[in-house]
């Protein structure tokens, strides 16, 4: 649901990396300047050395950009989906099945759309492994505008159930 949320974030930010970093540390920093410094019940989920941690612990939390500050032509809807699945712990992130029910989809559900259903067995996927599907997908996928925005998303979520 994270990489959603990144995807999310740069369909919305007109093709720009909401945490662009080239190294861990950096990107770590970048997350931390949206997401604000994770709780230490956050921290003791990550898998990092003791020492990081209490470093990170004691570091004073940096100001946070606010995601409608970032992205300020995205509806209220959008920002509201794209800062439960940004947020940082994932016991305590949105689930696929939650995302789908977003007020941010409300439109599709009248169609049908939207809602969860039984997972897919994994043999459907076998097609996948084919490099020649990534290619066929990329032109399916429709271009980036208000409409295909909801939709490329709402294909993604439908998509892990």
């Known amino acids: 649901m994270w990489s959603?949320?990144?995807?999310?974030?740069?369909?919305?930010?007109?093709?720009?990396?909401?945490?662009?970093?080239s190294n861990p540390r950096e990107q770590f920093k970048l997350i931390v300047n949206v997401t604000g410094r994770p709780a230490p019940h956050s921290l003791a989920k990550m898998e990092m050395p003791d020492s990081y941690a209490r470093s990170l612990s004691a570091l004073?939390?940096?100001?946070?950009?606010?995601?409608?500050v970032l992205y300020?032509?995205?509806?209220?809807g959008a920002i509201d989906l794209l800062s439960r699945l940004l947020t940082?712990?994932?016991?305590?992130?949105?689930?696929?099945e939650q995302a789908l029910q977003s007020p941010y989809f409300a439109e599709y559900r009248k169609f049908g759309l939207a809602q969860t259903r039984e997972p897919l067995d994994e043999r459907e996927f076998a097609s996948e492994r084919n490099r020649f599907y990534y290619v066929k997908w990329r032109n399916i996928i429709p271009?980036?505008?208000?409409t295909s925005e909801k939709e490329s998303v709402l294909l993604c979520l439908s998509l892990l159930f």
Do not use: H, Q, Y
């Open 88 to 96: 940082f712990n994932p016991d305590e992130r949105i689930t696929a």
């Open 143 to 146: 271009k980036r505008n208000k």
């Open 72 to 76: 300020p032509e995205a509806s209220v």
């Open 4 to 21: 959603l949320g990144c995807i999310f974030a740069e369909m919305i930010g007109g093709g720009k990396p909401l945490f662009p970093g």
């Open 60 to 68: 004073p939390a940096p100001p946070c950009i606010a995601l409608n």
